[in-house]
């Protein structure tokens, strides 16, 4: 079953502009993660942020979590073309190897 | 860099038919799994395996199984393949049993169309 849901499904902004994504999820977990897939490929690991952290940058990426919401948002600043993805939440599963994802937010991002 | 590679890009079978998946990766992760990806759905678990001959049920199982022999073999097998399990199929690996922070790898999947 899914765990996180993200939000919008879809998103088309201009190169220069930031994208915000958002991912909601139900139970209660120890980690959330972002990946990125572009079209016909695999998922690559972006960030992992733990349950007991606020907020995780790397490069052009910051990742928040609000626990008390069970909601954490992916901030891509200054886009790029080549950012044009879709982007997926994960939480840990139950079995703590595995992990749940969601639907994925598909950004375009027009030069 | 970790790599994960599955046997085929693409691939059309026919209904009724037994058909085999595989995935291999290099790093000795210990972890091993098995998506199957639709639209509007996202990833779906079938099958993940956290040591050889080890398999445990994801979300999705049915019509599906899964082969571990070696560490760094992951074996997804549709026993009767049927319309429905038309979908593009993603392996992935991650290290260390038991830990629940540890990125996944992910293969480029395997584009499967069942006629």
């Known amino acids: 079953s899914q765990q996180g849901e993200e939000d919008p499904q879809a998103l088309s902004i201009q190169e220069g502009e930031n994208a915000t994504m958002n991912c909601s999820y139900k139970?209660?977990?120890?980690?959330l993660q972002w990946y990125r897939q572009n079209s016909g490929r695999g998922l690559v690991h972006l960030i992992l942020i733990r349950s007991n952290e606020r907020e995780k940058h790397s490069g052009r990426l910051r990742v928040t979590l609000d626990t008390s919401k069970k909601s954490s948002s992916l901030l891509i600043t200054a886009s790029r073309a080549a950012d044009t993805a879709s982007y997926f939440c994960a939480t840990d599963g139950k079995n703590n190897n595995d992990m749940r994802f969601g639907a994925g937010t598909r950004l375009t991002v027009k030069p | 860099d970790v790599k994960v590679t599955q046997s085929s890009r693409y691939l059309v079978k026919r209904t009724g038919e037994k058909v085999f998946l595989e995935c291999v990766q290099d790093m000795d992760h210990e972890n091993m799994f098995w998506y199957r990806q639709d639209p509007g759905l996202g990833l779906r678990l079938i099958y993940f395996s956290y040591d050889v001959k080890m398999k445990e049920k994801g979300d999705i199982p049915e019509g599906y199984s899964v082969s571990r022999e070696k560490k760094e073999r992951f074996s997804l097998i549709l026993e009767s393949a049927s319309t429905n399990q038309t979908s593009m199929y993603l392996c992935a690996s991650s290290n260390q049993r038991g830990s629940y922070d540890q990125p996944q790898h992910f293969g480029d999947g395997t584009r499967l169309s069942i006629l």
């Open positions: 139970t209660s977990i120890n980690n």
